[in-house]
């Protein structure tokens, strides 16, 4: 089983404009993207596509060449999933790892186990979520997951999220099918990250709160 673990990134972000390279403390989200990626264990190719010259200086500034692959600007600007993605179709591989770059607080000790998990295990694709202890209503105030008006969060049924951090999907089945799995069971395998790595930067309220645990987090390693 050959699995690939792959980042890209792109500049034209609407929600947060130039999230990628805007100064997150010290650093900024493409240069954690990318260094993360150095960390990765087992996989049999590592891989970080672009388009934008900002991205890519950044890419080779801490990446093997071989890892680092530009992407063309219909790629980089479209909201096809599949045009989106299909600079790795030529690349060998059974399984790809797509690690979302939005993610700064995404350990690559989480990637390695899941990918470890996910040889293990032998299902059919897997998905990082966050885990959701309450009580949920849909719009018309039916409860989603519980029974009684008063909640005790201690008694309801989890419900989980898409974090979103990344996913691990079937070459074959995604550029055939054009999704990432079936929804069945163990398809996708739902692979559960903490609150903190669940962190995502969609907006600018969500680039403010992820930069702001991201400098207390530091500081709390100084002073350990």
Known sequence: MKIIAISQAR?????CKHKMIRPFDNTTLVEIAVKRLLELENFSGVYFGAYDNQLLDIAYNYLPDS????RSKEMANSEDMILSYSWIKELDFDYC?????????LRAKT???????????????MTSVKKYK?????????????DKPFIRTQDVTPIYGIANAFHIFEKKHFFHKRNYWNNEYMDPYLYEVDEIEALDVDSE????????VYKIRKLSLIHI
């Open 11 to 15: 500049l034209n972000s609407t929600r």
């Open 67 to 70: 890892y680092v692959i530009k």
């Open 97 to 105: 790892m797509w690690i979302n770059c939005c993610h700064a607080h």
């Open 111 to 125: 990637l390695n186990s899941a990918c470890s998990e996910f040889k293990k295990l032998k299902c059919k694709s």
């Open 134 to 146: 309450t009580g949920f209503y849909n719009h018309d105030s039916n409860p989603i997951n519980h």
């Open 205 to 212: 309220n969500e680039f403010l709160i992820s930069e702001s």
